[in-house]
């Protein structure tokens, strides 16, 4: 079983910043691929970047160049940092896991992302 708490959410307006924070009960090198899920009011869950064990990221379109995703080992962490937001990145983000050898996903309780002036 594997526990994602995330952190760091909140209201920022349009071009500001924030960083968000997953936690993992477990040791991140021992995760297959990490990484960051949003939803917004009346749409589905999309992809907003991934990190997979060997270091090599993904992103959606929507977001190149403005949000990169990292690790850190020692802290079993994984950041989503997030500069020059729009309102249209507001969403819950969700932090995904899926353990080494297997096809379980976990999933955290999400973390709310308001971008409004």
Same mark, same amino acid.
């Given at each position: 079983q594997v526990q994602l708490v995330e952190s760091g959410g909140g209201l920022v307006q349009p071009g500001g910043s924030l960083r968000l924070s997953c936690a993992a009960s477990v040791t991140t090198p021992g995760m297959n691929v990490m990484g960051w899920y949003r939803q917004a009011p009346g749409k589905e869950r999309e992809l907003v970047?991934?990190?997979?064990?060997t270091g090599s990221t993904n992103y959606a379109d929507s @977001?190149?160049?403005r949000f990169t995703i990292?690790?850190?080992n020692a802290k079993n962490t994984v950041y989503l940092q997030m500069i020059s937001l729009k309102p249209e990145d507001t969403?819950?983000?969700?932090?995904h896991a899926r353990p080494r050898g297997t096809f379980l996903d976990y999933?955290?309780?999400g973390t709310q992302?308001? @971008?409004s002036s």
């Open positions: 970047a991934t990190i997979t064990r @977001v190149k160049g990292s690790t850190d969403a819950v983000y969700y932090c999933w955290g309780q992302v308001i @971008v």
